[in-house]
């Protein structure tokens, strides 16, 4: 198996046993959760509190960074065309400052940063903070579904695969095709914001 600095998962509707068993077989040592809204209605054991104290009891270690590291800004400035930029947020201080949390803790432990999609593709933990982690020179493995760990390189080809389509074949580079499959993506799968209807304005009348 590579060696790898930090790791991706996104829960989804895995089984808690089961999920546990994926961090485990990863040697995962502290979960740093990167959820906007750190709850889930339809799978409560990964809402915040049951989730921490299910990992307390496996010796894993609980991180909240969803402030700092989340997918929804609530700065409306963020936004581009009512979609979050990530773009924009990466060079915002608190992400950097969150980055720089998160990698004060993967000096002490084995971290795994986790969110609720299940495809890192479909996921701002791979598309804006995995993507500023390899950047920086940081082995990302992200834990798939099967249990198979995907490296952030493997990923980043899926995502030009997937692009191949609206790929520049004039680009100047890899580098700049890669760039430009980042933002596509990031623009169809990032959280949108609600823009208020006729309807809505009525009610607050």
């Given at each position: 198996m590579p060696s790898f600095d930090l790791f991706s998962i996104g829960h989804s509707n895995i089984p808690a046993e089961r999920f546990l068993a994926m961090l485990r077989d990863a040697g995962v040592t502290a979960i740093a959760d990167v959820r906007s809204a750190p709850y889930s209605r339809w799978f409560p054991w990964f809402s915040q509190k049951a989730l921490a104290a299910r990992l307390a009891v496996a010796g894993i270690a609980y991180l909240g960074?969803?402030?700092?590291?989340?997918?929804?800004?609530?700065?409306?400035?963020?936004?581009?065309?009512?979609?979050?930029?990530?773009?924009?947020?990466?060079?915002?201080?608190?992400?950097?400052?969150?980055?720089?949390?998160?990698?004060d803790a993967a000096a002490r432990f084995r971290v795994c940063a986790m969110c609720a999609e299940r495809e890192p593709l479909d996921c701002h933990r791979y598309l804006l903070v995995a993507r500023d982690l390899a950047e920086r020179g940081l082995a990302v493995g992200h834990i798939l579904h099967d249990g198979t760990i995907e490296p952030q390189a493997v990923t980043e080809q899926r995502l030009l695969a997937l692009d191949g389509g609206g790929c520049d074949l004039f680009a100047a580079?890899?580098?700049?095709?890669?760039?430009?499959a980042y933002r596509r993506r990031a623009h169809t799968v990032a959280f949108r914001r609600k823009v208020p209807t006729r309807r809505d304005a009525a009610e607050k009348q």
């Open positions: 960074m969803g402030d700092t590291l989340g997918g929804r800004p609530r700065d409306e400035s963020l936004f581009r065309d009512g979609v979050a930029d990530y773009e924009a947020m990466a060079i915002q201080p608190e992400f950097r400052a969150g980055l720089n949390r998160l990698l580079g890899q580098r700049e095709r890669l760039a430009a």
